[in-house]
């Protein structure tokens, strides 16, 4: 369950509540941070590090204490710079010229990127000084084409916002300029934290007209359902309209970045802010009739479908190690592995087949579970059976109606291949001890290699097959409940039913509802 204030807690069950959405939707080139051939600026201050421009880090680590005029409050507002540069983490570009009283730089403080391929979007974003606010008030973006011609030029006088984006129809740019004149505080080096090749779009309720996610995990990893978060803003601008010469359709991209909250009025108009997920996008379309226009977003789980694996020699290696493989194949850096898979081994044979498939596998042969976290981190855990203390309580004040429950057939036999080499096998077979019930059958797994990890595998399958009692629950929502969360549900027939939680469905359109599913024994 996601970590939430005790105010939080209160007042996402409160019988009135107020909750508020957002999305940011990061309109970017979304290969052009990763092309960039060079960064050149004006002189760098000893604390500064222009290579963090375009990492996709948009604040500092610390609000670093220097010598210009404020800038060493002995307030706590501060942190002392260490002299071990790498120590002071997210910094991003300072410059070590200074800027008059006025504000003014003489000369101005310049920054080039300079890319190895042509790269187009609707302007860009610049991150400067959100921690105190800072910024440059007139500053110029210029983009360049190949042969070093200027496609436009984007002139921005009297700014007054630290993020900010720069609006034009950059297209097949092969290198970006930015100068900085003036600063909105005198004596003060520039700041910039991040560059964005693109703009971020921030939608609110008087913006956003609906969003809605889908999340679900299978208890066996049978299946892999990746996240689907889809969303409506307002498009009477007609900015996502494809004939608009001046809009944003023709830069939209598959897999830009969307980042979607919900927060809750904890008390005199304070908002406490739940992440609901990072998205990547995968379609829109511009709504005609209606004004509007929609997207739909998914995870990297998706990619994982889009790139090969083969194995026709033993390879022995625990199943982390694997899993490890198979991401870096598919170039994905956000994962987390059970530390229990480090001690499952291998042999790592599959006929071909994509990765997807293979960490299917993996999962299986690793008695994991497989799910998308809510930072856009595919995840590999063992959820520990019997099911712990409960997260949270589901009661009736929070229900619209009395939870549906479906008895799933009970499991009387599971018998699971194990494989010497890609033409050898046997089975092995565990029984539950049901007289009546289905027969489970899995055999294709080749990373599965010996008795004793089929018997193992055999066991979990029984186990999580116990949990046969599907609940469905029409409720209020919390944006903080987690699949895979432990949760106790109020019934009219005696206690509460324990179970964790399967699916999530939540639809924001002003307000939130929430559909979940768990599973949990037949009481």
């Not at 760098?44 to 880090?57: A, D, G």
């Not at 950059?170 to 003036?182: G, S």
Request: overall charge negative.
């Amino acid at each position: 369950m996601y970590p939430t204030t005790t105010q939080y807690d209160n007042s996402i069950y409160a019988p009135a509540r107020t909750i508020t959405g957002r999305v940011t939707f990061v309109i970017v080139d979304v290969t052009a941070a990763g092309d960039i051939l060079s960064i050149t600026t004006s002189t760098e201050s000893t604390i500064s590090n222009k290579s963090q421009l375009s990492n996709n880090v948009r604040s500092t680590t610390y609000n670093l204490a220097t010598l210009e005029t404020d800038r060493f409050l002995l307030d706590g507002s501060f942190s002392f710079p260490d002299d071990t540069i790498v120590n002071n983490g997210e910094m991003g570009y300072v410059s070590d010229i200074l800027c008059d009283s006025a504000g003014t730089f003489s000369p101005s403080i310049d920054i080039v990127f300079v890319f190895n391929g042509p790269h187009s979007s609707v302007g860009i974003t610049i991150t400067f000084d959100v921690f105190n606010d800072e910024y440059a008030e007139d500053f110029t973006v210029t983009a360049y084409d190949a042969s070093d011609v200027v496609i436009e030029t984007v002139t921005v006088v009297g700014n007054t916002e630290s993020i900010v984006s720069a609006l034009g129809q950059l297209a097949d740019y092969k290198k970006i300029t930015i100068e900085i004149t003036k600063w909105n505080v005198g004596d003060r080096r520039a700041r910039i934290v991040e560059v964005d090749f693109g703009i971020i779009q921030v939608y609110t309720d008087d913006s956003l007209i609906r969003f809605g996610l889908i999340e679900e995990m299978n208890p066996i990893s049978a299946t892999l359902p990746s996240p689907e978060f889809d969303f409506t803003v307002d498009n009477s601008e007609k900015l996502f309209n494809i004939l608009n010469p001046v809009g944003f359709y023709a830069y939209l991209q598959e897999r830009q970045p969307i980042y979607a909250e919900l927060g809750v009025d904890i008390g005199a108009g304070v908002i406490e802010w739940v992440p609901v997920g990072e998205y990547l996008l995968s379609e829109w379309t511009s709504d005609q009739g209606s004004l509007t226009a929609s997207f739909t977003a998914r995870t990297n789980l998706d990619v994982l479908a889009n790139f090969d694996y083969e194995q026709l020699t033993t390879v022995s290696r625990s199943l982390k190690a694997l899993a490890v493989a198979v991401f870096a194949i598919c170039g994905i850096t956000n994962y987390d592995i059970d530390i229990a898979l480090d001690s499952i081994t291998t042999n790592s044979l599959a006929k071909k087949t994509n990765c997807k498939n293979v960490l299917q596998m993996i999962a299986i042969a690793g008695i994991a579970n497989i799910f998308v976290t809510r930072d856009n981190v595919i995840t590999l855990k063992q959820i520990p059976t019997p099911l712990g203390v409960a997260d949270d309580v589901i009661d009736f004040d929070n229900i619209y109606q009395e939870p549906k429950i479906v008895l799933e057939p009970p499991v009387k036999q599971v018998e699971v291949t194990y494989w010497t080499d890609l033409s050898t096998s046997a089975i092995d077979t565990v029984t539950s001890g049901e007289t009546l019930g289905d027969v489970l059958k899995l055999e294709g797994n080749t990373l599965i290699n010996t008795s004793a990890r089929a018997t193992a595998v055999a066991n979990w399958i029984l186990a999580q097959k116990a949990y046969r009692a599907k609940y469905q629950i029409n409720w209020r929502g919390n944006p903080a409940h987690e699949l895979g969360d432990v949760i106790d549900i109020e019934n009219s027939f005696g206690s509460d039913m324990s179970a964790f939680i399967t699916k999530r469905n939540m639809t924001y359109q002003g307000y939130l509802q929430g559909q979940t599913e768990a599973h949990g024994a037949v009481n």
